[in-house]
T-cell receptor
Framework: RKEVEQDPGPFNVPEGATVAFNCTYSNSASQSFFWYRQDCRKEPKLLMSVYSSGNEDGRFTAQLNRASQYISLLIRDSKLSDSATYLC???????????FGKGTTLSVSS | EAGVAQSPRYKIIEKRQSVAFWCNPI?????LYWYQQILGQGPKLLIQ????????DSQLPKDRFSAERLKGVDSTLKIQPAKLEDSAVYLC?????????????FGQGTRLTVV
C-alpha cells in the first residue's frame, strides 16, 4: 500500500464549479498534513496546511480525519487559474521528510 | 528573499554517462532535500540532509546515485552511470527547521533526459 494515495483524475470542471479531492495515508503516526499545488512544468508550492479542526483559506477548505487517515480539499467557485495538479503531502515526526501523493490534476474550463 | 537555486535547468545525456546537479538552498535553511519526480508521479524523496549530515538516504539508489553537502550549505547530486529510467525532474527543497510543520521551499528543478 502506498504511503499517500490520491485519485489522479483528471477532474475537468467548468468555471464556478465546486470540486473535492480526497487523499488517504497509511502511517498513523503522521503528524503534519499539507496540500501543495504544482503548475505544469513548475515546482510544487504550499497551498495550505491541514489541521484536525479543519481550515479555510478563501475558496479553499481542507479537512483532516485522523481516525480514518483521510484528508480532503474542497475548492469552491473554481477559476481558470485553479487549473493545476494538487499534491497531498504528509509528514511524520520531527526531522522526517515530506511524503507526496501522486497528485490530482484539475482542469477548469470556461 | 532569494529562493532555492538549482542548476542546470535542463540536461540531456546518453545512458551510462555521468551527470551532476547543484542546489543552493535558502540562506539559513538547515535542512535540504533532493526529490525525484517522474512524469505523472509525485516527488519521491532521495535524500535528506540536516546541515552537512545525512538524515535519510533510504531511497537513494546508492549503486549509482551519490549526494553531498560538504559545508552545510549548497549540495550536489550525482548519477553515475545514468539509466533511461533516471529521466525525471530532480527537485531540491529546503526548510528552516528540522522539525515542526514548516513549509518546504522548492527550486525550479533540473529536468534530466537520458537517451
Amino acid at each position: 500500500r502506498k504511503e499517500v494515495e490520491q485519485d489522479p483524475g483528471p477532474f475537468n470542471v467548468p468555471e464556478g464549479a465546486t470540486v473535492a479531492f480526497n487523499c488517504t495515508y497509511s502511517n498513523s503516526a503522521s503528524q503534519s498534513f499539507f496540500w501543495y499545488r504544482q503548475d505544469c512544468r513548475k515546482e510544487p508550492k504550499l497551498l495550505m496546511s491541514v489541521y484536525s479542526s479543519g481550515n479555510e483559506d478563501g475558496r479553499f477548505t481542507a479537512q483532516l480525519n485522523r481516525a480514518s487517515q483521510y484528508i480532503s480539499l474542497l475548492i469552491r467557485d473554481s477559476k481558470l487559474s485553479d487549473s493545476a495538479t494538487y499534491l497531498c503531502v504528509v509528514k511524520g515526526q520531527a526531522g522526517t521528510a515530506l511524503i507526496f501523493g501522486k497528485g490530482t490534476t484539475l482542469s477548469v474550463s470556461s | 528573499e532569494a529562493g532555492v537555486a538549482q542548476s542546470p535547468r535542463y540536461k540531456i545525456i546518453e545512458k551510462r554517462q555521468s551527470v551532476a546537479f547543484w542546489c543552493n538552498p535558502i540562506s539559513g535553511h538547515a535542512t535540504l532535500y533532493w526529490y525525484q519526480q517522474i512524469l505523472g508521479q509525485g516527488p519521491k524523496l532521495l535524500i535528506q540532509f540536516q546541515n552537512n549530515g545525512v538524515v535519510d538516504d533510504s531511497q537513494l539508489p546508492k549503486d549509482r546515485f551519490s549526494a553531498e553537502r560538504l559545508k552545510g550549505v549548497d549540495s550536489t547530486l550525482k548519477i553515475q552511470p545514468a539509466k533511461l529510467e533516471d529521466s525525471a525532474v530532480y527537485l531540491c527543497a529546503s526548510t528552516p527547521l528540522r522539525g515542526s510543520a514548516t513549509e518546504a521551499f522548492f527550486g525550479q528543478g533540473t529536468r534530466l533526459t537520458v537517451v
